[in-house]
């Protein structure tokens, strides 16, 4: 049985007779990307009738639900890292038989998920390091001064590389106030209302706007990255030349929209409103279209069937 979608329930959650809570909805979706909680744990409103977590489909994260595509499976990469970043606690497990995940590695005080072959190589290094180092005479003579020579230039490389890095990013300040280049990078904003702000060139990026309030906002060049932009309201905005690669756009009003030349790529844009939208140059290479299509690579201004 579903039951209806109300963002002010509280969830009572069940495994194997053990009964926590009460959570709100958010937090349970939280706990599914986190996999504090499974889709075989139970759930109720009352802790009289329980369901099935799975038989809650306004529970789940809808990243669960594309993840048969290379694309889909790095929306979820990416809803568990931005999670994980949220996250207060030191991700202490809620259910004592759950056991750590094998990828999960501590940063300072958080836990981020690692790639398989990060793992590997990894493993690779500490195998050489361990390995018996052949013993050998140090080079004499020509061979000293072309050794030398090799190390000085590999050493100048280094250095101008070193050189044309550029400085990393500044850390997010999720208090600071709406201005043009603002780092709300990760941050959670559920619901601001941001209508006719200039945030210009701003960083965005995995952060959570989910119904946000964006009309008539000037964000361009701005940072959207994987940002949650479910259900938000974006009318009239101005995202030219922004980037929104992997963004969240269901449901998204979009209407009258400037998005000329920004970067759609892998966003999903599915049942979002882009009446009127301006999309001149926009990249919608792989983008999950409004009725579910996925643009063919290379589109540019409209969605080319693959």
Avoid at 11 to 19: L, M
Avoid at 147 to 171: F, N, S
Avoid at 287 to 292: R, V
């Amino acid at each position: 049985m579903e039951l209806m979608e109300n963002e002010h329930q509280l969830w009572f959650t069940r495994r194997n007779g053990e009964v926590r809570g009460p959570y709100p909805e958010r937090l349970i979706r939280s706990y599914l990307l986190l996999g504090r909680l499974r889709m075989d744990d139970e759930v109720s409103l009352d802790q009289q009738r329980w369901y099935a977590l799975r038989s809650q489909p306004h529970l789940i994260p809808v990243e669960f639900y594309d993840t048969d595509t290379p694309e889909g499976r790095e929306r979820l990469l990416q809803a568990k890292r931005r999670e994980d970043e949220r996250s207060p606690e030191r991700r202490a497990r809620p259910y004592p038989d759950e056991l750590s995940s094998q990828t999960d590695q501590r940063a300072g005080d958080r836990r981020r998920p690692e790639p398989p072959e990060l793992v590997s190589h990894r493993y690779q290094r500490v195998q050489l390091l361990q390995s018996p180092k052949p013993s050998s005479n140090l080079p004499q003579g020509p061979r000293l001064w072309i050794g030398l020579a090799v190390g000085l230039l590999g050493l100048l490389l280094l250095l101008w590389l070193g050189m044309d890095r550029q400085e990393p990013d500044a850390a997010a300040d999720c208090l600071a106030p709406a201005q043009p280049g603002v780092n709300w990078s990760y941050c959670r904003m559920v619901g601001m209302d941001l209508r006719g702000q200039d945030l210009t060139g701003a960083n965005l990026s995995n952060a959570d706007l989910l119904g946000a309030k964006l009309s008539e906002a000037r964000l361009v060049g701005a940072d959207l990255g994987y940002a949650d932009l479910r259900r938000a309201r974006l009318d009239r905005a101005d995202l030219s030349g922004a980037r929104l690669t992997g963004a969240m756009l269901q449901e998204t009003v979009l209407t009258d929209t400037r998005l000329a030349g920004a970067d759609l790529s892998h966003a999903d844009l599915r049942g979002a409103r882009l009446d009127h939208a301006d999309l001149t140059g926009a990249i919608l290479s792989r983008t999950l279209w409004t009725d579910g299509r996925v643009c063919a690579s290379g589109s540019i201004g409209t969605c080319e069937s693959p």
